[in-house]
């Protein structure tokens, strides 16, 4: 119903940044939410923002003031912009989105791209 692929993931120093780029198809009309989580190795799968389509923001606190989420106008892509980034952010980064109808809700996830910050 949703397709997601991600883009914009590699390797940085402490302090760098990366721009993490997500676009949707398929049944995009019906996209209510749009987000990114991260898993880094031996963790469970964590909240770092997410966006709905009026345009409200969630973020995790450890990611607060250093990462902005962003919606581009079509409302099929969405955005991370990652600033001053630290090596606990290293972590595979998921693009997700939630779509909705009256009747219920589904969820649907990319397939992940690598965040390594490291000297």
């Known amino acids: 119903q949703v397709q997601l692929v991600e883009s914009g993931g590699g390797l940085v120093q402490p302090g760098g940044s990366l721009r993490l780029s997500c676009a949707a198809s398929g049944m995009i009309f019906r996209i209510y939410t749009m987000g990114w989580y991260r898993q880094a190795p031996g963790k469970q799968r964590e909240l770092v923002a997410t966006?709905?389509?009026?345009?409200?923001?969630n973020y995790a606190d450890s990611v607060k003031d250093r990462f902005t989420i962003s919606r581009g106008n079509a409302k099929n892509t969405v955005y991370l912009q990652m600033n001053t980034l630290k090596p606990e952010d290293t972590a595979v980064y998921y693009c997700?989105?939630?779509?909705?109808?009256?009747?219920?809700?589904?969820?649907?996830w990319g397939q992940g791209t690598q965040v390594s910050v490291s000297s």
């Open positions: 966006i709905t389509s009026g345009g409200s923001t």
């Open positions: 997700s989105a939630r779509t909705m109808t009256t009747s219920y809700t589904s969820d649907y």
